[in-house]
């Protein structure tokens, strides 16, 4: 059973800084791709940024700038670091990763973090 665990996240004021980790744990063979999504009250998710397994990365226009996503392939790890928060960025952020079990299978999953609150606000 694949895990994904995040960490970090919480109250911070505009223009404060905060960072999300998210580490894969159980049995797998590798991990694809990974983001970060949010989801604030009332909107849908969406994507903030995505990274692949080699290290390329894309950001949403929102964040550009100011948010840097990374990932540590021998921690299963993927990161976000966030600056310059603005109160608009308040919203749940939920990291994402697809993930082959097998050697032996081209077939992958995809799983979700639990979530974790990220509240700007004075």
């Known amino acids: 059973q694949v895990q994904l665990v995040q960490s970090g996240g919480g109250l911070v004021q505009p223009g404060g800084s905060l960072n999300l980790s998210c580490t894969a744990t159980?049995?797998?063979?590798?991990?694809?791709?990974m983001g970060w999504y949010r989801q604030a009250p009332g909107k849908q998710r969406e994507l903030v940024a995505p990274?692949?397994?080699?290290?390329?990365?894309n950001y949403a226009d929102s964040v550009k700038g100011r948010f840097t996503i990374s990932r540590d392939n021998a921690k299963n790890t993927v990161y976000l670091q966030m600056n310059s928060l603005k109160p608009e960025d308040t919203a749940v952020y939920y990291c994402d990763a697809n993930v082959s079990l097998r050697q032996s299978s081209l077939s992958t999953f995809h799983y979700w973090g639990q979530g974790t609150q990220v509240t700007v606000s004075s």
């Open positions: 159980g049995s797998f063979f590798s991990i694809h791709a």
């Open positions: 990274v692949t397994s080699g290290g390329s990365t």
